[in-house]
């Protein structure tokens, strides 16, 4: 059942552009107009929302990190992102014109539910974007959105995290045509790019076998550190989180603009950095930003592992690995950054000799608070 893959995880990495397609599937229309008919919510309620909340754990919050830069760039609706164990704890300010989003694969997590039944308790609508049909995440909340990646077995999400960056993107891009906000050429070319994902993820599959080298020469290493910015950031956050868990490492997710507040204290030579560069095309004055934390942190000896777009020559002589991605929109960079995370961390832990479909102490659905 692993497909001829040695481990589960190795298979659902490679399923990915898959899962990528499937979960776009029906959902953008000849006419380049997303169809979200699945959606209970009716289009009124979202019309007048005033606040979309977005609760999960883990990797689901990584994705609704970056959900959050999404659906404020493209609908302008205030957006808040938070670990579901501390949010309804702090008596969050919710009401009937908040929309929470709550994202998980498993569909089980208790944390994730007790944040929406808290949140609905106010009044609040909640959106799943789930992966598991019936479970008890979607059956709780007012709609739900499927991610289709098709079962997901090894505890690290790989292709569950994927298609739940896919399924925000749709509700950011839905909700900006529902409520006219920035409709025109910028969001016809991302939905255009949306439905590219697929080829391009495969791209970087097909490219992965210096990363896999890399990992394994890093073995050793004690620590590894995660920069990014923007959407980059928590694709960081999601490097370092399959790192830990995989080969019980340190590591460490930090926003490259933070680095001067403390964590560069940390840089010491030879230590592994891996930094997820933004499109130079853009935001470009965040390209240049970067290429300087990357100098930086050179400076001081530790041995960088570049993350950069195809064309992006200004990060190249800073660069003791360069490992090349396809050129996206800007937002959806981390669907192709995060692959060689998931294919380092997961190499890396196999040349440790740890079983990564199975890491120790952790279990696929968390169904304890
Ligand atoms: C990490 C991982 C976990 C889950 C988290 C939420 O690789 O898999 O961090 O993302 O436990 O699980 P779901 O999405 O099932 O709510």
Request: glycine content about 8%.
């Amino acid at each position: 059942e692993k497909g001829g893959y040695d481990y589960f995880m190795l298979k659902e990495i490679a399923e990915q552009p898959k899962a990528v397609a499937d979960t776009l599937l029906g959902r953008i229309g000849t006419d380049g107009r997303l169809t979200l008919d699945e959606l209970r919510i009716p289009d009124s309620v979202l019309r007048e929302a005033d606040k979309v909340v977005i609760v999960a754990c883990g990797t689901a919050f990584h994705a609704g990190m970056i959900a959050k830069y999404a659906i404020e760039h493209w609908t302008r609706i205030p957006c808040e992102v938070e670990v579901a164990s501390e949010f309804r704890y702090r008596d969050p300010i919710l009401d009937g014109r908040t929309l929470v989003i709550a994202i998980s694969q498993s569909g089980e997590t208790m944390d994730t539910l007790m944040a929406l039944r808290h949140a609905r308790e106010q009044g609040a609508k909640v959106l799943a974007i789930c992966n598991t049909n019936g479970s008890t995440i979607p059956r709780e909340s007012d709609a739900v959105l499927y991610t289709h990646a098709g079962p997901e077995v090894a505890v690290a999400s790989t292709k569950a995290f994927l298609t739940q960056l896919v399924a925000c993107y749709l509700v950011a891009l839905y909700l900006g045509q529902v409520r006219g906000t920035k409709w025109g050429d910028e969001i016809s070319a991302v939905i255009r790019e949306l439905g590219d994902a697929p080829r391009q993820v495969e791209q970087v599959l097909q490219t992965m076998e210096p990363v896999r080298e890399l990992a394994r020469s890093l073995a050793d290493a004690r620590s590894v550190l995660f920069l990014g910015r923007h959407v980059g950031f928590p694709v960081a956050m999601e490097g370092a989180l399959k790192l830990k868990e995989l080969a019980y490492m340190h590591a460490e997710g930090f926003a490259a603009g933070e680095l001067k507040h403390g964590p560069i204290a940390l840089i010491e030579p030879g230590l592994p950095v891996v930094v997820v560069v933004p499109s130079p095309r853009g935001r470009s004055i965040l390209h240049d930003k970067i290429v300087s934390n990357i100098q930086e942190i050179r400076a001081r000896g530790a041995r960088t592992i570049v993350i950069a777009e195809e064309g992006d020559e200004a990060v190249a002589p800073y660069a003791d690995h360069l490992i090349r991605i396809p050129v996206t929109p800007v937002l959806l960079q981390p669907l192709v950054s995060v692959v060689p995370l998931q294919v380092f961390a997961c190499e890396l832990a196999t040349a440790k000799g740890h079983e990564v479909d199975q890491p120790r102490n952790l279990a696929k659905s968390v169904t304890v608070e």
